[in-house]
């Protein structure tokens, strides 16, 4: 068999054109250029201590101090394990309640544009405001107790779980919904049936995420009076018990690792159930 003439239009051409570099500045690469310049900047900026210390030494004996781990506070460990569970818990259910909304009302795909507009400013304004200043301001309007703690995760969580909620909504196909609104179903209905069992996965997953944040934020929060593990931990930071701080530090990793292994399995049952829930229109 002879080769293809070289003039032929079926040749191949021996070497592909390549495109401008100009070309090759899409959005992703610029986005990721402005980054790698902002991490130079940032780096040349950021200076250490003056004095020269032996970092390593003073962060090997500063964890010396953590082992063994003193049990004996195990008995008011649990206690105020038991309150900060309760923190979060509380502050992710109401914040799963209020965000519902907040989501539709920031989902481009659902809600009228200035909606949409006021609803992500308002969520840019909680996301502002750190998890520790909510609970500054909770304590400051309701006294230092467990109550100004649920408050102050509860819109800590609103800020970031509106936002999630929003995206999981926006990624739903709408045509569903459309059909079923276009043989008779109210808005409820095509809600119900044509956008929940698709965003419902992505809902609970962030859900379960939320409150495992919550746990460990509800521990932090006890630092201003809000409840929870926080209280004990100032404590022990004052005083240098740093065993006892290592407790408390290993109970809620034991909290955290617990709800994570039960978290993964929940996703997996929802995974499983999904192909039958976007059948169910009854």
Known sequence: ????????????????????????????????????????????????????????????????????????????????????????VLATFFAVLISMPVGLG??????????????????????????????????????????????????????YLGKFFSEAFESVDLNVSRSLKGIGADSVQAFQFGIWPHAKPIIWSQSIWMLEYNIRSASIVGYVGAGGLGLQLHAYQEFHHWDRFATVLFCILLVVTLLDLLSERVRQRIARRLPSDFCHTD
């Open 106 to 159: 920031a989902a481009r795909t659902i809600s009228p544009r200035w909606l949409v507009v006021i609803t992500r400013m308002l969520m840019n304004l909680i996301r502002t405001i750190p998890s520790l200043i909510w609970a500054v301001i909770a304590v400051a309007a309701m006294g230092a107790n467990a109550a100004a703690g649920v408050v102050a995760l509860t819109f800590y969580s609103i800020g």
């Open 1 to 88: 068999m002879s080769a293809p003439d070289p003039k032929s239009p079926l040749a191949l051409p021996t070497r592909l054109p390549e495109r401008p570099w100009y070309e090759r500045l899409n959005l992703l690469n610029m986005t990721l250029l402005v980054f790698l310049l902002a991490v130079i900047f940032s780096g040349s900026q950021i200076s250490g201590s003056d004095r020269d210390l032996n970092i390593f030494r003073n962060l090997g004996n500063f964890l010396q101090d953590f082992f063994p781990p003193d049990l004996s506070v195990l008995p008011q460990t649990g206690a105020a394990l038991v309150e900060t569970i309760k923190i979060a």
